[in-house]
């Protein structure tokens, strides 16, 4: 498909992890941007810009955007997609509590099909808020892979390996399987987390990653018990421990890095390692606030993730921006602490650099079309004094006109155009967890 | 208007501050609710419900809610609606430098013509999150009422009254002609704070109060500096002053209430205060984070509030009540420490109690028809586990689809019927703060 865009605002990622705004044209040849730049441009310079010679490209659709704004789709940046399930089912209560009387035994229930369904629930929640890739943590990997190729969404697969499931030779397997599933599955080392993990499997895990070449993700210091236990069983900090065992030869992260010590922040700046946070799901599980300031004013690169549906309870970026900034004000009680472009740029480009999808961080020529329409013509948008600050400050998932992943738009005015009908895959959402019940 | 609503879940206030869901029909008779019970209904009771004799009423519509949810509408229960032209304008300041260097100079310079297009603006935004009513306060009430009644929305007027303007004299003026000017709208004393106000001043307050047998509203506690100078100038808190002046003597209640005292919350124990939680505004400006679990033990009312748009920066009680609920449980480290229900009993009965407008907090016969249409059949509202929990943890205003107050259907399906050009209000709010730049 070749899709014209005109009369849009369009963001553009400057340096320093700033934006800025240009208004014109975007074109979409494939699965790619081919051209970004003024309203103005003839037919002719348009054939040039896009490489087709002296004949305007053949549009198979132009849109007006009217003045709404074209984005870089959000990189959700930690989820546990499939755990769709769970939500509203079991809440309020702590982390521990809730994953062992909860979460574990109902999990243990789910089939392959179960989770196909519950990850395609989950993508349609995603595209809704303006998410065009996720980088996932659940049973099954290729299952998930499929669901996202099926519906036409991207997914970064990872591990969760840890001592009651997987193994170090599955993970390998599924490495091969997902990265050559589709254009648009891919598939990094990781491992579930420390307190779950015995040393002999991460020794295996690090292993692996050396062999592969990959970065490694895991849970990284979540809750205060956790990094507590950890040192009693050590004498070190998770981020200590991982490092110690040669995790990060290749880079790699943690996810939510809430109650961090001097030595991790060294390690993740020398390592070039990015903390991904996790700010509603840390709420509501009452496991604390990320010292976000400190890892942006120590250079450290961040991503924003929503965590699974089941601790969240959505799947929404919006919201996670300004938990990211909001809660870094009032835990450094400094309303300047932090500017709404480095949120939007962990949201986005930030994300992308996580998840090796670079070639997704940016409205640029030769990137790929990950692209979502926001409607600046809502009374949330209004009046129009900064574009960056009202999408990180007042943005909602009702300003998602449109979400496009690989140049092919997958939601458009509240409508899903991913193969499945919706009242099918809520069927399927309901009936899983009525049978356990 | 007779409208009649089937095939619907509707949400009825229980006791104890729980909830639970009826499937059934609802009918609006002008402007209040005549009717709730079971789809079955006939004709012939339908006719007895609505107290037409044998004849069934005539409906000017039927609508088929197709298993989606009524529920009474929010509450917000403190803000400024006309602060809409700041939104993104000065952002990312503590309190004290964000009110004198951005927001006291170009308040300055606003015309009532002004206040009464960006209030509009502000309703729009409310509408679209499901609010009902309003609790605001700002410069020129008459205005500010003026715009609700004309576009159909129900406010609650408070006073601003400070050293800076307005007088006790003007008050009581604004007092009658608020409450004498529409249905809609209503006036309650109040002032805007301790540290902004003579001691002259809040005891003149203080007798208006009294002589009209109004309770008082005050922004109370807001920030820690706050409270400090207040101890510094007084020797007490800004409750204790606020009690001892004689405000109480009907009730009333707090905006913030961040920084209270044991004494604090023994004096709205025993005069049967309100006080009304604004969380997005306390971490966006770095201001705190409220003891909601405390007010909750001690059995004190709360209700929620977005302040206003320069703060906050958007009018969504979505957000509201995820950050009511789970700043809590990050306070106290406590995941059990509030339940999903108390958040969602603030937001709507809380705030009504408030606001005086104890006919507009559920959905009953004889209460007035201020009732939103909330989409179940949106992906983050899937599975339906439980709804009162997908409403608090990951509703969101994609999942308004219509919002009537007293009666009148003022925003379905992302279009409003309020009397005005959307593009209208936009063009005003952009153009007053055009000017002032």
């Given amino acids: 498909m070749n899709i014209r865009f005109y009369n849009a605002k369009i963001l553009q990622t400057a340096e320093n992890h ?3 705004i240009v208004e014109g044209e975007l074109w979409v040849k494939g699965d790619s941007i081919v051209y970004v730049g003024e309203n103005s441009a003839t037919a002719e310079t348009a054939a040039e810009n896009a490489g087709s010679g002296k004949e305007a490209p053949a549009w198979d659709r132009e849109i007006d955007a009217a003045g709404n704004l ?27 509590d809730w994953l062992n009387q909860q979460v574990f035994p109902r999990e243990g229930q789910l089939t392959e099909d179960d989770v196909y369904w519950l990850n395609i629930l989950g993508i349609m929640e995603y595209l809704t808020s303006g998410i065009t890739s996720n980088f996932d943590m659940y049973f099954f990997p290729p299952v998930n892979a499929k669901a996202s190729a099926d519906t036409g969404f991207r997914t970064v ?24 599933l589709s254009d648009l599955t891919s598939f990094i080392v990781g491992f579930h987390a420390e307190y779950t993990t015995s040393k002999e499997l991460m020794e295996g895990v690090a292993k692996l990653a050396q062999k592969l070449k990959s970065p490694v993700w895991v849970h990284n210091s979540e809750t205060k018990l956790e990094v507590a236990e950890c040192k009693e069983r050590w004498g070190i900090t998770p981020t200590q421990l991982t490092d110690s065992l040669g995790m990060y030869e290749y880079g ?5 890095c809430v109650w961090f010590e001097d030595s991790d922040f060294e390690i993740f700046q020398k390592r070039n390692l990015t903390a991904v946070t996790n700010p509603a799901s840390n709420l509501k599980l009452a496991s604390g606030i990320c010292p976000v300031k400190r ?3 120590n250079g450290i690169s961040m991503a924003i993730g929503t965590d699974g549906p089941a601790s969240n309870n959505c799947l929404d970026m919006f ?13 450094e009680m400094d309303a300047e602490c932090i500017s709404a472009d480095e949120i939007l740029y962990m949201a986005t480009a930030g994300g992308a650099h996580a998840m090796l999808l670079d070639d997704c961080d940016s409205l ?24 960056v600050k009202n999408l990180v400050y007042s943005g909602s998932k009702q300003n998602v006109k449109m979400t496009m992943v690989n140049g092919k738009i997958l939601y458009e005015d509240n409508q899903f155009n991913i193969g499945f009908d919706k009242k099918e895959i809520y069927r399927h959402a309901n009936e899983i967890i009525g049978r356990m019940k």
Same sequence: chains 1, 2.
């Fill in 18 to 20: 700033t934006f800025h």
């Fill in 295 to 297: 890892f942006v004013d």
């Fill in 364 to 387: 640029a020529e030769g990137k790929k079309a990950d692209i979502i329409m926001i409607d600046l013509q809502q009374p949330n948008m209004q009046p129009e004094n900064n574009i």
């Fill in 70 to 96: 074209l984005m870089p789709g959000f990189k959700n940046a930690h989820t546990h997609t499939a755990m769709t399930f769970l939500r509203s089912y079991a809440d309020d209560l702590p982390l521990q």
């Fill in 157 to 180: 697969q990872t591990s969760g390996l840890n001592n009651y499931g997987g193994t170090v030779e599955l993970m390998e397997e599924n490495y091969h399987i997902v990265n050559e």
């Fill in 319 to 331: 919201r996670e921006m300004f938990l990211t900034s909001t809660l870094a004000k009032v835990r």
């Fill in 252 to 256: 790699g992260g943690g996810y939510h």
